[in-house]
């Protein structure tokens, strides 16, 4: 069973241009998180969606970022006119249920590292 | 608020015991998570706990919860050079799903 995919793996940007991460769950997982690590510090929450709806996006940046969890295929963050404070490594996060079971734990990706020129 | 807290260092000799300390602030917390993170590397999953459990062991890992204090402990036993890592401690947001928050991360040095 393969694990949660990410990609790109690494991925580099100019300032202004759009980046778009993709992240493939857990197969049978239809819970995703997205979490955010700037350098030397914890996983800041970022959004959760299921399968085509955002339940929570209380942790993304009002204006630029976006997700979706389409019916067919990955989970998509996309950040547009990136700065370069946007640097940082983007994790997501596969589970198959969300309410307070054991069968909640999250598994997470190997991540994408942004970098902004 | 929701805020887990961990102390940003910790450096053992190899063979010790290691024990890395967290305190969060939801009591209503269900799970609560420890993770490894390697360099350049995502989460493993180490081990979790549910909330009405006061201990949990696993092969060299051992966890402890205080829930009066909400304080969380894991004990690494018998600790080796691949053990250093960034080790997480993660609670889960009560608002009904699973979102997760975490600590800072601490950081394990082991040293022959």
């Known amino acids: 069973n393969a694990g949660v995919m990410q990609n790109p793996r690494h991925l580099v940007r100019r300032r202004g241009q759009e980046a778009r991460l993709r992240c493939s769950p857990m197969?049978?997982?239809?819970?995703v998180y997205w979490y955010r690590q700037l350098p030397e510090e914890g996983l800041k929450f970022m959004v959760y969606?299921?399968?085509?709806?955002?339940?929570?996006e209380s942790g993304m940046p009002k204006e630029r970022f976006s997700a979706e969890f389409p019916k067919e295929g990955p989970s998509i963050l996309r950040i547009q006119q990136v700065v370069r404070g946007d640097s940082a490594a983007y994790f997501c996060?596969?589970?198959?249920?969300?309410?307070?079971?054991?069968?909640?734990?999250?598994?997470f990706g190997p991540g994408t590292r942004l970098t902004v020129l | 608020g929701e805020d887990v807290e961990q102390s940003l260092f910790l450096s053992v000799r190899e063979g010790d015991s290691s024990v890395i300390n967290c305190t969060y602030t939801d009591s209503s917390s269900t799970y609560l998570y420890w993770y490894k993170q390697e360099p350049g590397a995502g989460l493993q999953l180490l081990t979790y706990i549910f909330s009405n459990m006061d201990m949990k062991q696993d092969q060299r890992l051992t966890v402890l919860l205080n829930k009066k204090d909400k304080h969380l402990s894991l004990r690494i036993a018998d600790t080796q050079t691949g053990d250093s890592a960034i080790y997480f401690c993660a609670e889960t947001f009560s608002g009904g799903y699973n979102k997760l928050i975490f600590g800072a991360g601490t950081r394990l040095a082991v040293h022959p």
């Open positions: 197969k049978g997982h239809s819970h």
């Open positions: 969606l299921q399968k085509e709806n955002i339940i929570d």
């Open positions: 996060a596969s589970s198959p249920t969300s309410g307070g079971r054991s069968t909640d734990t999250q598994y």
